[in-house]
């Protein structure tokens, strides 16, 4: 990838921004994909309530050269300070729109700036024209299937807002060896979320059909594929982990609540199982026997609508009594989850767009179509949630903290672990009490 910063023969220097594992994973990923070679890449993990644990991120299995958890503040002086050719925003809409007026404000018209990279972590179900617009004024917006660029480019259109940066791509982290079945496996993996279905009730259901499931086959391994341990963070908030539900409940021999990197999980998987997962584009992508179920309803809030279509939808009764979904290869190839040789390009119209940015001499400023003009009761609140002033600059009290060494530091670490095993148990354990006490 040329570079305005490096030498042709080095390789490009990527800066991703993440606020959570899924979201470091995806965005970390996507800069190996965008880039030509092998990048320098530094990683920055926003601090907040979802701030990946080291567990997880070892879980995710993908590093940097360079991790280090910042404040907004500290990550636009980071970014003004080094020569990154690409920037890349991992980030839910809010935290991507504040981070796109902090770096507007650093690069005045024809500056020589890094290219900005957006995008989603999995299926866009709810909110797109929220967090499309909230994403707008990044070079590049990454859609993860043809049907998603369709979308995009609609909303933008729509609005008047320029659609140019939007750009056909795939998820990052589709691979892996196409299923085979193995003599004498026979293994179904439920994979499970942290906000859907969301009340105790659904979750218990699932959870049981699970469990009934694996007595009705005693010579199949059940697995529960969990995304986190009670008190962890991901993108979404679990009130309701199914570990604690779990507890209450017999479970038989072959069952088994497992963590780890999807991909393994998938290596040994005869049937993925779930409601709604982006791990359901992952199976089909290698071909796993894939079902998505209907037993809470085909229903936006449950995001198992996107597989409207898909031929893979299908009720624990229907999978009791052996019956494996077969998908709609037109689905599939919409979605930008086909098998075979498509995804090897999938990204290269990416490529192509940001090596032609950065060979331009200069870059327009960046123009999120929120501004103080256009959205004033709207953005101020977003950005001071980061501690920006409705221009983009680090409000008084949020200027990057100095590196913390000895005592201070320790003393510093415990206090925020603290706070946020304080903000975890409100969370899980005190706002349903107080939810529940509400309905009575």
Same mark, same amino acid.
């Given at each position: 990838?040329p570079?305005?910063?490096?030498?042709?023969?080095?390789?490009?220097?990527?800066?991703?921004?993440?606020?959570?594992?899924?979201?470091?994973?995806?965005?970390a990923?996507?800069?190996?994909? &965008?880039?030509?070679?092998?990048?320098?890449?530094?990683?920055?993990?926003? @601090? *907040?309530?979802?701030?990946?644990t080291?567990?997880?991120?070892?879980?995710?299995?993908?590093?940097?050269?360079?991790?280090?958890?910042?404040?907004?503040?500290?990550?636009?002086?980071?970014?003004?300070?080094?020569?990154?050719?690409?920037?890349?925003?991992?980030?839910?809409?809010?935290?991507?729109?504040?981070?796109?007026?902090?770096?507007?404000?650093?690069?005045?018209?024809?500056?020589?700036?890094?290219?900005?990279v957006?995008?989603?972590?999995?299926?866009?179900?709810?909110?797109l024209?929220? *967090?499309?617009?909230?994403?707008?004024?990044?070079?590049?917006?990454?859609?993860?299937?043809?049907?998603?660029?369709?979308?995009?480019?609609?909303?933008?259109?729509?609005?008047?807002?320029?659609?140019?940066?939007?750009?056909?791509?795939?998820l990052?982290?589709?691979?892996g060896?196409?299923?085979?079945?193995?003599?004498?496996?026979d293994?179904?993996? #439920?994979?499970? %979320?942290?906000?859907v279905?969301?009340?105790?009730?659904?979750?218990?259901y699932?959870?049981?059909?699970l &469990?009934?499931?694996?007595?009705?086959?005693?010579?199949?391994?059940?697995?529960?594929?969990?995304?986190?341990?009670?008190?962890?963070?991901?993108?979404?908030?679990?009130?309701?982990?199914?570990?604690?539900?779990?507890?209450?409940?017999?479970?038989?021999?072959?069952?088994?609540?497992?963590?780890?990197?999807?991909?393994?999980?998938?290596?040994?998987?005869?049937?993925?199982?779930?409601?709604?997962?982006?791990a359901?584009?992952?199976?089909?992508?290698?071909?796993?026997p894939?079902?998505?179920l209907?037993?809470?309803?085909?229903?936006?809030?449950?995001?198992?609508?996107h597989? &409207? *279509?898909?031929?893979?939808?299908?009720?624990?009764?229907?999978?009791d009594?052996?019956? @494996?979904?077969?998908?709609?290869?037109?689905?599939l190839?919409? %979605?930008?989850?086909?098998?075979?040789?498509?995804?090897?390009t999938? #990204?290269?119209?990416?490529?192509?767009r940001?090596?032609?940015?950065?060979?331009?001499?200069?870059?327009?400023?960046?123009?999120?179509?929120?501004?103080?003009?256009?959205?004033?009761?709207?953005?101020?609140?977003l950005?001071?949630?980061?501690?920006?002033?409705?221009? *983009?600059?680090?409000?008084?009290?949020?200027?990057?903290?100095?590196?913390?060494?000895?005592?201070?530091?320790?003393?510093?670490?415990?206090?925020?672990?603290?706070?946020?095993?304080?903000?975890?148990?409100?969370?899980?354990?005190?706002?349903?009490?107080?939810?529940?006490?509400?309905?009575?």
């Amino acid at each position: 990838m040329p570079s305005r910063t490096n030498p042709l023969d080095t390789p490009p220097r990527i800066a991703v921004l993440a606020d959570s594992d899924t979201r470091w994973k995806w965005g970390a990923l996507t800069a190996r994909r &965008i880039a030509e070679r092998t990048p320098e890449l530094s990683g920055f993990l926003l @601090r *907040g309530r979802a701030t990946p644990t080291p567990r997880q991120l070892a879980e995710v299995g993908v590093g940097a050269d360079a991790l280090r958890e910042v404040t907004m503040a500290a990550f636009l002086r980071a970014v003004e300070r080094e020569p990154y050719d690409v920037v890349v925003l991992a980030l839910v809409g809010g935290a991507a729109q504040a981070a796109l007026h902090g770096l507007a404000r650093l690069w005045p018209a024809g500056a020589r700036r890094p290219v900005l990279v957006t995008g989603y972590v999995g299926v866009v179900y709810e909110k797109l024209a929220d *967090g499309l617009l909230l994403r707008h004024g990044a070079d590049v917006v990454l859609a993860n299937s043809r049907h998603d660029a369709e979308r995009f480019r609609a909303v933008y259109e729509g609005v008047g807002a320029d659609a140019s940066a939007v750009t056909e791509a795939a998820l990052p982290f589709l691979g892996g060896a196409p299923y085979r079945p193995e003599p004498g496996r026979d293994t179904v993996v #439920f994979a499970a %979320q942290p906000s859907v279905p969301e009340s105790r009730a659904d979750r218990l259901y699932l959870l049981r059909r699970l &469990i009934a499931h694996a007595r009705r086959h005693p010579g199949r391994e059940v697995l529960l594929k969990l995304r986190s341990k009670p008190g962890e963070h991901t993108t979404h908030i679990e009130e309701q982990p199914y570990q604690k539900l779990a507890r209450s409940l017999e479970r038989p021999p072959n069952f088994r609540l497992v963590y780890g990197n999807m991909g393994e999980v998938l290596d040994r998987a005869d049937l993925l199982v779930t409601v709604s997962s982006t791990a359901a584009l992952e199976s089909l992508h290698r071909q796993v026997p894939t079902a998505v179920l209907t037993d809470l309803g085909v229903r936006e809030g449950l995001g198992n609508h996107h597989f &409207i *279509g898909s031929g893979c939808l299908a009720s624990w009764d229907e999978l009791d009594a052996g019956h @494996r979904p077969s998908p709609d290869a037109g689905w599939l190839a919409a %979605q930008g989850v086909a098998p075979g040789e498509a995804y090897a390009t999938a #990204f290269d119209a990416a490529r192509a767009r940001i090596v032609d940015l950065l060979a331009r001499p200069g870059l327009p400023p960046v123009r999120p179509y929120y501004t103080p003009a256009t959205a004033p009761g709207y953005l101020p609140g977003l950005l001071a949630r980061h501690h920006l002033a409705p221009d *983009g600059t680090p409000l008084p009290g949020a200027a990057p903290e100095a590196e913390a060494t000895g005592v201070r530091r320790l003393v510093r670490d415990a206090v925020r672990d603290a706070a946020r095993g304080a903000y975890r148990h409100g969370v899980q354990r005190v706002a349903p009490v107080i939810r529940r006490m509400g309905e009575l």
